[in-house]
């Protein structure tokens, strides 16, 4: 029996019948290939099901963060279009004063006092009183740099509410005593807001703190038509809750060096 040897260690009988080994011979920049070529067997090797993974997990990824940036954007669509209609839409009850509320004191010159106090600088007003002091009065306590208006009003004794109704708040009290400064001022009304109110407040949007004149009307409320200019008084108060019968605002001063006027306001009910 005849052995063949191998001339080289890639060179046996097992490659030969089942490989076509190719030549390269190298030319300059260019490559020449002899012989046939080489005929892999198909089976998918480690390296291939590496690869493939790879890529369709990778196009599977590139999928998956398109559709949550599209589902992300249908989110915010819609948070957008329900804050809308929810601004748009009237509340369903009352409007209530959160921590932080917008206070106006506003008059015609020759008139009575309106006290107003706002959640928001755009809300309707949570509580809007007249006061018995003359607009000319009040200007002059504010000149003294400190003034203290304390509001009172008598607990009456009601029949116990319903479970569908719920107690009066305080800031729905309808009728008040003033007291500017620890003197009796007479005594203070709760009222509705109307038109006139609106263009007072619509002037004074923009306002969070300062002090102004705005042109008179002749549109009724705010004691009626010729009274003068309307004068008016804006800022921030910091709203403190005693209890169900106790509240107090504190005008917020951003500069207390600047030595302007304090305010504060009590309401009670006794």
Same mark, same amino acid.
């Given at each position: 029996?005849?052995?063949? !040897?191998?001339?080289? %260690?890639?060179?046996?009988?097992?490659?030969?019948?089942?490989?076509?080994?190719?030549?390269?011979?190298?030319?300059?920049?260019?490559?020449?290939?002899?012989?046939?070529?080489?005929?892999?067997?198909?089976?998918?090797?480690?390296? @291939?099901?590496?690869?493939?993974?790879?890529?369709?997990?990778?196009?599977?990824?590139?999928?998956?963060?398109?559709?949550?940036?599209?589902?992300?954007?249908?989110?915010?669509?819609?948070? !957008?279009? $329900?804050?809308?209609?929810?601004?748009?839409?009237?509340?369903?009850? /009352?409007?209530?004063?959160?921590?932080?509320?917008? #206070?106006?004191?506003?008059?015609?010159?020759?008139?009575?006092? @309106?006290?107003?106090? @706002?959640?928001?600088?755009?809300?309707? /007003?949570?509580? !809007?009183?007249?006061?018995?002091? %003359?607009?000319?009065?009040?200007?002059?306590?504010?000149?003294?740099?400190?003034?203290?208006?304390? !509001?009172?009003?008598?607990?009456?004794?009601?029949?116990? %509410?319903?479970?569908?109704?719920?107690?009066?708040?305080?800031?729905?009290?309808?009728?008040?005593?003033?007291?500017?400064?620890?003197?009796?001022?007479?005594?203070?009304?709760?009222?509705?807001?109307?038109?006139?109110?609106?263009?007072?407040?619509?002037?004074?949007?923009?306002?969070?703190?300062?002090?102004?004149?705005?042109?008179?009307?002749?549109?009724? #409320?705010?004691?009626? /038509?010729?009274?003068?200019?309307?004068?008016?008084?804006?800022? #921030?108060?910091?709203?403190?809750?005693? $209890?169900?019968?106790?509240?107090?605002?504190?005008?917020?001063?951003?500069? %207390?060096?600047?030595?302007? /006027?304090?305010?504060?306001?009590?309401?009670?009910?006794?």
């Amino acid at each position: 029996m005849k052995t063949i !040897l191998a001339r080289t %260690p890639h060179e046996t009988s097992f490659s030969r019948r089942h490989f076509h080994w190719r030549k390269k011979t190298l030319v300059g920049d260019e490559a020449e290939v002899e012989g046939d070529p080489i005929e892999l067997p198909k089976t998918t090797t480690y390296e @291939q099901k590496v690869c493939t993974t790879n890529v369709v997990g990778g196009g599977g990824g590139e999928v998956k963060k398109r559709r949550s940036s599209a589902v992300a954007v249908i989110k915010l669509k819609w948070a !957008l279009a $329900s804050a809308t209609l929810m601004r748009q839409r009237p509340r369903s009850g /009352p409007p209530g004063l959160g921590p932080r509320v917008t #206070g106006t004191l506003y008059g015609h010159r020759k008139g009575h006092v @309106q006290l107003a106090f @706002q959640d928001g600088p755009r809300s309707g /007003p949570a509580f !809007l009183i007249e006061l018995a002091t %003359p607009t000319a009065g009040l200007v002059r306590e504010m000149a003294s740099g400190m003034v203290r208006v304390a !509001l009172e009003c008598d607990r009456r004794a009601r029949p116990r %509410p319903s479970e569908d109704e719920k107690p009066r708040r305080l800031i729905d009290e309808p009728m008040w005593r003033t007291y500017c400064n620890g003197r009796m001022r007479g005594f203070a009304s709760r009222r509705e807001c109307g038109p006139s109110d609106w263009r007072v407040f619509n002037a004074v949007e923009m306002v969070s703190m300062g002090a102004g004149v705005l042109p008179g009307c002749d549109e009724p #409320g705010l004691n009626g /038509p010729g009274l003068g200019e309307v004068m008016y008084m804006r800022a #921030g108060f910091e709203r403190v809750v005693g $209890s169900k019968d106790s509240e107090a605002f504190y005008m917020i001063n951003p500069d %207390p060096k600047s030595g302007g /006027p304090e305010l504060s306001i009590y309401l009670l009910r006794v």
